[in-house]
């Protein structure tokens, strides 16, 4: 065998989001009185990408990813509120919130790791959510951070109250999101961050720079959960303290672990099942749906997806 037969084939960076926004415009298309779950959809997945560039490529695990998130929602609604109502500026602005705290936090951050690490990234978060509270001038404190609107798509495009606009807009994003996150983690750069998350030591005695390149990932992955809140102020016009919440930070690890760490895809399954379930069960009983999500989590934990998938490709290819 050689040794270009037994190198691993890489899939085009472009096929995945393609997938997702064909998988997305159909169910925009046949579902139309359930356009606001597919944008919530669209906005969990790419908030749990940015999850997974953390945890599941650089190996650093956090329970701070919603004050990411919450910056991102924060800096959109205020500057929609405040200066201007464009949509594709504010999202400028809540991607930009969102890596500026990344980039700052994780200067400090990235000298730990472990459970020093973890814990300090609750601490960033709460520190987050104490001053959303404070800065009620700003943030509208416990009440929320109301009173925006936001103006037309491109100029052309207004957000109807059937969520048309909004869903299409949190898809392609979500395309966007993915596409660039393929393209890096199968880059140089993302093979050596993939390389520090399985041993530290040994990268660092090859010379590769540990803490910029896991700083860089870790801006990036600010930059995508700033653009997760920013689509989420922007489609639902109010901004809560829960955008920075740990429990928002817990569900979106569920989330990951659903669907399987490391892989990208592995996020967009995780949250499309989380949400599905979530919404289906707290319209049967909205008091005991986490009963449900326990079930799944202890499935997943006893046959984890990569395994669930193996053994489903050996019951097919035994059939045929």
Avoid at 153 to 170: M, N, S, V
């Amino acid at each position: 065998m050689s040794a270009d037969s037994r190198a691993p084939r890489v899939a085009p960076p472009w096929r995945l989001p393609l997938v997702v926004l064909a998988l997305g415009l159909v169910a925009w298309w046949a579902l139309p009185e359930q356009l606001g779950l597919l944008t919530r959809i669209a906005i969990t997945a790419l908030f749990v990408l940015s999850l997974d560039l953390v945890v599941g490529i650089a190996g650093l695990a956090t329970l701070g990813q919603a004050a990411l998130f919450g910056i991102g929602a924060y800096a959109a609604g205020i500057f929609a509120l405040r200066l201007n109502p464009d949509p594709l500026i504010g999202l400028a602005v809540g991607t930009g919130a969102g890596a500026l705290l990344a980039l700052a936090s994780g200067a400090f951050l990235l000298r730990y790791h472990g459970f020093t690490f973890l814990m300090l990234t609750v601490a960033v978060a709460q520190i987050a959510a104490s001053l959303a509270q404070k800065a009620r001038d700003w943030t509208g404190g416990d009440d929320g951070l109301t009173g925006f609107s936001m103006g037309p798509l491109l100029g052309r495009f207004a957000f109807d109250l059937e969520g048309k606009t909004a869903a299409l807009y949190a898809l392609a994003v979500l395309a966007i999101g993915l596409y660039v996150a393929r393209r890096v983690v199968d880059s140089p750069f993302g093979l050596a961050v993939r390389g520090i998350h399985e041993n530290r030591a040994r990268m660092a005695a090859l010379g590769t720079p540990v803490i910029p390149r896991l700083l860089a990932m870790y801006t990036l992955a600010g930059a995508l959960a700033g653009a997760a809140g920013a689509l989420s102020a922007q489609t639902n016009a109010i901004v809560g303290l829960d955008s920075l919440s740990f429990a928002l930070s817990a569900e979106a690890l569920v989330m990951l672990i659903l669907g399987g760490a490391g892989r990208l895809h592995g996020a967009l399954i995780g949250a499309v099942v989380f949400t599905l379930l979530h919404h289906t069960a707290a319209s049967i009983n909205p008091y005991h749906w986490l009963f449900i999500i326990g079930i799944a989590l202890m499935t997943v934990v006893l046959m984890p997806p990569q395994k669930a998938w193996d053994w489903l490709r050996s019951r097919l290819g035994a059939k045929a």
